[in-house]
């Protein structure tokens, strides 16, 4: 099943627009998350992902409250590192708690 993604992602791309832009946003996303990792390598980092990006405001996802502690403390920080390295014109972060769904 893992092996038919990407024809399945190729033949969707060829479809109507609204799709289109949707995969390239899932992408997009996904592409920035994993240069995110760059900015930290403490353990409460992994707890975090990039979620969205609606208008000036990064959505990030925490597995779990305690790693939005140290977050709240860093925020600035880590706005400069979006704005200045990954080049994401933000201004605000909005959190949630959402926990990992184990399969």
């Known amino acids: 099943m ?6 399945l992602l190729n ?4 479809q109507a627009t609204p799709l289109r832009d949707l995969i390239n946003h ?3 996303i996904s592409a920035l998350d994993q ?3 760059q900015w930290s390598s403490e353990p409460w980092f992994q707890a975090i992902r990039l979620a ?3 208008g000036d405001t990064v959505v990030l ?3 779990n409250a305690a790693a939005l502690v140290p ?3 860093r925020q600035q920080a880590l706005l400069n590192y979006l704005r200045e390295h ?9 959190t949630k708690v959402k926990p990992a769904v184990h399969k």
């Open 71 to 73: 977050l709240r403390y």
């Open 61 to 63: 996802f925490a597995t």
């Open 11 to 14: 033949q969707l791309r060829t």
């Open 2 to 7: 893992q092996n038919d993604v990407p024809p």
């Open 86 to 94: 990954l080049r994401i014109p933000c201004a605000r972060l909005e």
């Open 52 to 54: 969205n990006i609606r």
């Open 35 to 37: 240069a995110l990792r």
């Open 26 to 28: 899932a992408e997009r």
